[in-house]
Nanobody
Framework: QVQLVESGGGLVQAGGSLRLSCATS????????MDWYRQAPGNQRELVAR???????YYADSVKGRFAISRDNAKNTVYLQMNSLKPEDTAVYYC?????????WGQGTQVTVSS
């Protein structure tokens, strides 16, 4: 059974930092592409960052230079370090992967950035 469990969201002032975690089980984590998406009210879910094949990374233009995705293969966990947060980063953040040709999502964690 595949499970993705996010944690680390919360309320932070603009300019602050948060680190999100996504603990996984039931997948071959070291070979998995791991994504962080976010969805703000009224907006579509958007890809924020990707860790591909454990080496390559991708970032949305809006977060480049501020967010960093990393992974700990020993803990089957992917992280999203978010620095210099802005009010427009406010959203529910979701962990995502594809395994066995199926999409899996975590339950989401709320990030709220106050101005």
């Amino acid at each position: 059974q595949v499970q993705l469990v996010e944690s680390g969201g919360g309320l932070v002032q603009a300019g602050g930092s948060l680190r999100l975690s996504c603990a996984t089980s039931g997948i071959t984590f070291s070979f998995a592409n791991m994504d962080w998406y976010r969805q703000a009210p009224g907006n579509q879910r958007e890809l924020v960052a990707r860790s591909a094949n454990g080496f390559n990374t991708y970032y949305a233009d809006s977060v480049k230079g501020r967010f960093a995705i990393s992974r700990d293969n020993a803990k089957n966990t992917v992280y999203l370090q978010m620095n210099s947060l802005k009010p427009e980063d406010t959203a529910v953040y979701y962990c995502h992967t594809v395994f066995g040709r199926r999409d899996y999502w975590g339950q989401g964690t709320q990030v709220t950035v106050s101005s």
